[in-house]
T-cell receptor, first 113, second 112 residues
């Protein structure tokens, strides 16, 4: 069964460093998303992406964040200068339709020291 | 702003019981509602999606209902098993913003 894959599963970085989280969405999906979940808190929306553009972003998704679909298969989230409060589980998701089922990856746990 | 609440926050039941998890949302103008399962330290597994025009969806031992006008959904799990132990999340999709808004989840433990 097709699935969303995310790498790495765990990333440890020093405060101020840049990180890139990678995702391979399901191949025929057109809509892509990043969410995050701080330990013990709700899953929060970060950004949605369609047709090589950001469709929607939350207030969390400030200038330190960017997304890219560099080729036909990968979808990346970059954090330019990480802060302690960026420590969270980051989930990538994809869907065929804008209001269709969103399928989630297993997540990347980001630890900022 | 859409707010999603799930009650109870935690639930422990003996194996074999039928149980109901509740989800409520403040803005009834939703496109759909999705129920997910999350195992500790893992990703989210989609269980059921109910469109706003539907009242029910079923998958195996799971049945989800939606009362859009009152801002409520329930997830019914029949004949619970220890393997059902996980956190169950509901999330609503409002068409004006292409994103899911999640509840805080119900942590379910099914004991032998």
């Amino acid at each position: 069964e097709p699935e969303v894959t995310q790498t790495p599963s765990h990333q440890v970085t020093q405060m101020g460093q840049e990180v890139i989280l990678r995702c391979v969405p399901i191949s025929n999906h057109l809509y892509f998303y990043w969410y995050r979940q701080i330990l013990g808190q709700k899953v929060e929306f970060l950004v949605s992406f369609y047709n090589n553009e950001i469709s929607e972003k939350s207030e969390i998704f400030d200038d330190q964040f960017s997304v890219e679909r560099p080729d036909g298969s990968n979808f990346t989230l970059k954090i330019r200068s990480t802060k302690l409060e960026d420590s969270a589980m980051y989930f990538c998701a994809s869907s065929v339709y804008r209001d269709g089922i969103q399928y989630f990856g297993a997540g990347t746990r980001l630890s900022v020291l | 702003k859409q707010e999603v609440t799930q009650i109870p926050a935690a639930l422990s039941v003996p194996e074999g019981e039928n149980l109901v998890l509740n989800c409520s949302f403040t803005d009834s103008a939703i496109y759909n509602l999705q129920w997910f399962r999350q195992d500790p330290g893992k990703g989210l597994t989609s269980l059921l999606l109910i469109q706003s025009s539907q009242r029910e969806q079923t998958s195996g031992r799971l049945n989800a209902s939606l009362d859009k006008s009152s801002g409520r959904s329930t997830l019914y799990i029949a004949a619970s098993q220890p393997g059902d132990s996980a956190t169950y999340l509901c999330a609503v999709y409002t068409g004006t913003a292409s994103k899911l808004t999640f509840g805080t989840g119900t942590r379910l433990q099914v004991t032998l």
